[in-house]
């Protein structure tokens, strides 16, 4: 699968309302959960209840997230150092894992 595949099933699996729970390869399910707000072809606004304003995750940023998957599914890439280039690890994580990519 490569990224446009991916892209195109988040476009289309996600839905607004839909709730996706936090998620790492090493913790599991953190218990925090974010509702989706919108999705369209350049992002997917989330809400979620730490935050104070919808949070926009760009395109680019699942695409960071996409081709870093693997390793970081086998621990070969720790998401400390993947927060160092995206700022929302933390959606594009537990949304890959809710659509199972």
Known sequence: MDF???WLAIQSELTPGASVMNWTVTNGYLGDT??????SSLHVDVDA???ETIQRVAKSDF?????????YCAGKVKRKDLVKSTRVSKYTMSIL?????
């Open 4 to 6: 446009s595949q991916v």
């Open 34 to 39: 974010f509702r989706i707000v919108a999705v």
């Open 49 to 51: 209840p730490n935050a």
């Open 63 to 71: 695409e960071f997230m996409f081709s870093h998957w693997k390793d």
């Open 97 to 101: 894992h809710h659509l199972e990519i």
